[in-house]
């Protein structure tokens, strides 16, 4: 990313002057490529045949600037965010991080979670689960028979999956297990060992599953969402046969995930005035929960594991802990600012890879507004926009004299 540099270029005698050999140094450097690396002044007089402090490095050549004319030069450069849309799911892997929405066929990818680009899936449906197992991304929508894999982010191979309302999918090393629920209560549940083939399995009660992790013995999914609340969370050891079990509080539990053997369920109980934000650890495969309470109100969307603390978004916000009982909130990025509309911002999907946090997410309000933010601490976090940048060179310089220069985003 290019931030504002400004300095100073010196035609003064370098053996004399000391500000001539000490402002000559460095005017931008990005990613180990030099712009316009100014040579340190030397105790000798510049010359035109001399390799006096008049020496300047300028777009890979070294060029005397004393007396020397250079010409006029504009560069503008286009960085760009994450593209419009309310961005719902992110993954890392093969050195990228890709995002996937609804009702396209477009997916946005980055090296850095700053500058995106644009690539394409097999169909227009309504993408809704993303996921990386170590060797390839996974894509899976609701309400459609196509799903995708891509061992780069770059090239897909497309699937078939029973059509359902999927809405998470977790991998135990050599199944990938997903559990539907977006479009209603269901006993849908599926499996597939290359993401592009998949058995049908059954859920052991008809509810709103939404999210499922594995935490190494058992996978363990969670159900309840929107009015159809639900205190039932379903554990597996093969994706296949499911037992019931009973968690803490009757709500919409959105997202689980595990630390090792510790499952970590987060959720939302709307039937409490005010609102309230609802963890529950379990620390023996799903059989028993705590539960836990922050004060605040908030509504997760996605929770992860970092291998250091718990981070979970939703809505506005962000919310982290280093034990799964005590927990912290902050406010994300706003992502469309006036009249109202910043209560819509919704920050849906979040990812740990390169060793820093990934959100991803928009505004529905008015106007789709693509938002996505690193952070790697989940407590400070700095959102990816467009920005252009126009730089402009020097045109002549001269004996004795010093030039100012800026470039300017």
């Given at each position: 990313?290019?931030?504002?540099?400004?300095?100073?270029?010196?035609?003064?005698?370098?053996?004399?002057?000391?500000?001539?050999?000490?402002?000559?140094?460095?005017?931008?450097?990005?990613?180990?490529?030099?712009?316009?690396?100014?040579?340190?002044?030397?105790?000798?007089?510049?010359?035109?045949?001399?390799?006096?402090?008049?020496?300047?490095?300028?777009?890979?050549?070294?060029?005397?600037?004393?007396?020397?004319?250079?010409?006029?030069?504009?560069?503008?450069?286009?960085?760009?965010?994450?593209?419009?849309?309310?961005?719902?799911?992110?993954?890392?892997?093969?050195?990228?991080?890709?995002?996937?929405?609804?009702?396209?066929?477009?997916?946005?990818?980055?090296?850095?979670?700053?500058?995106?680009?644009?690539?394409?899936?097999?169909?227009?449906?309504?993408?809704?689960?993303?996921?990386?197992?170590?060797?390839?991304?996974?894509?899976?929508?609701?309400?459609?028979?196509?799903?995708?894999?891509?061992?780069?982010?770059?090239?897909?191979?497309?699937?078939?999956?029973?059509?359902?309302?999927?809405?998470?999918?977790?991998?135990?090393?050599?199944?990938?297990?997903?559990?539907?629920?977006?479009?209603?209560?269901?006993?849908?549940?599926?499996?597939?060992?290359?993401?592009?083939?998949?058995?049908?399995?059954?859920?052991?009660?008809?509810?709103?599953w939404m999210g499922i992790a594995w935490n190494g013995t058992v996978f363990c999914a969670v159900s309840g969402f929107s009015t159809e609340s639900s205190n039932v969370c379903a554990v597996s050891s093969d994706g296949i046969t499911w037992e019931a079990k009973t968690l803490p509080d009757t709500c919409t539990w959105y997202d689980i995930c595990a630390n090792g053997t510790t499952f970590c369920a987060?959720?939302?109980?709307?039937?409490?005035?005010?609102?309230?934000?609802?963890?529950?650890?379990?620390?023996?495969?799903?059989?028993?929960?705590?539960?836990?309470?922050?004060?605040?109100?908030?509504?997760?969307?996605?929770?992860?594991?970092?291998?250091?603390?718990?981070?979970?978004?939703?809505?506005?916000?962000?919310?982290?802990?280093?034990?799964?009982?005590?927990?912290?909130?902050?406010?994300?990025?706003?992502?469309?600012?006036?009249?109202?509309?910043?209560?819509?911002?919704?920050?849906?999907?979040?990812?740990?890879?390169?060793?820093?946090?990934?959100?991803?997410?928009?505004?529905?309000?008015?106007?789709l507004i693509g938002a996505s933010a690193t952070s790697t601490n989940g407590s400070t976090w700095s959102p990816s926009i467009t920005r252009t940048y126009t730089t402009t060179t020097i045109t002549t310089l001269t004996e004795n004299a010093d030039y100012d220069f800026a470039l300017i985003p």
């Amino acid at each position: 990313m290019r931030i504002p540099v400004s300095g100073n270029i010196s035609t003064k005698d370098g053996s004399s002057n000391k500000n001539a050999r000490m402002t000559n140094m460095l005017a931008e450097e990005k990613q180990g490529k030099s712009f316009a690396a100014i040579r340190p002044g030397l105790s000798q007089v510049a010359s035109t045949t001399g390799n006096g402090n008049g020496l300047v490095c300028f777009n890979g050549e070294l060029v005397n600037v004393y007396d020397a004319a250079l010409g006029i030069v504009v560069e503008t450069e286009t960085e760009y965010g994450i593209p419009d849309g309310l961005w719902f799911r992110v993954a890392y892997g093969s050195g990228k991080y890709l995002a996937i929405r609804v009702a396209t066929d477009e997916y946005a990818y980055s090296s850095d979670g700053d500058e995106w680009e644009v690539g394409v899936l097999p169909a227009i449906v309504n993408w809704r689960i993303l996921v990386f197992n170590g060797s390839k991304f996974l894509a899976i929508p609701y309400g459609s028979t196509v799903c995708a894999t891509s061992t780069n982010g770059l090239d897909w191979t497309e699937g078939t999956i029973t059509s359902a309302g999927w809405s998470s999918v977790a991998w135990n090393g050599t199944v990938f297990c997903a559990v539907a629920g977006v479009l209603g209560e269901t006993t849908s549940a599926a499996t597939s060992t290359d993401g592009l083939s998949w058995t049908s399995r059954t859920l052991p009660a008809s509810k709103r599953w939404m999210g499922i992790a594995w935490n190494g013995t058992v996978f363990c999914a969670v159900s309840g969402f929107s009015t159809e609340s639900s205190n039932v969370c379903a554990v597996s050891s093969d994706g296949i046969t499911w037992e019931a079990k009973t968690l803490p509080d009757t709500c919409t539990w959105y997202d689980i995930c595990a630390n090792g053997t510790t499952f970590c369920a987060v959720g939302w109980d709307n039937t409490n005035v005010p609102n309230t934000t609802v963890v529950a650890i379990s620390t023996d495969h799903g059989e028993n929960w705590t539960l836990y309470s922050p004060a605040f109100n908030m509504e997760p969307s996605k929770v992860l594991h970092t291998g250091s603390f718990y981070c979970a978004v939703g809505g506005k916000y962000c919310m982290t802990s280093y034990d799964g009982a005590s927990w912290s909130r902050v406010t994300m990025p706003t992502i469309l600012e006036g009249g109202g509309e910043e209560d819509a911002d919704t920050w849906a999907g979040v990812v740990y890879g390169d060793s820093k946090l990934c959100a991803v997410g928009g505004n529905g309000e008015d106007v789709l507004i693509g938002a996505s933010a690193t952070s790697t601490n989940g407590s400070t976090w700095s959102p990816s926009i467009t920005r252009t940048y126009t730089t402009t060179t020097i045109t002549t310089l001269t004996e004795n004299a010093d030039y100012d220069f800026a470039l300017i985003p």
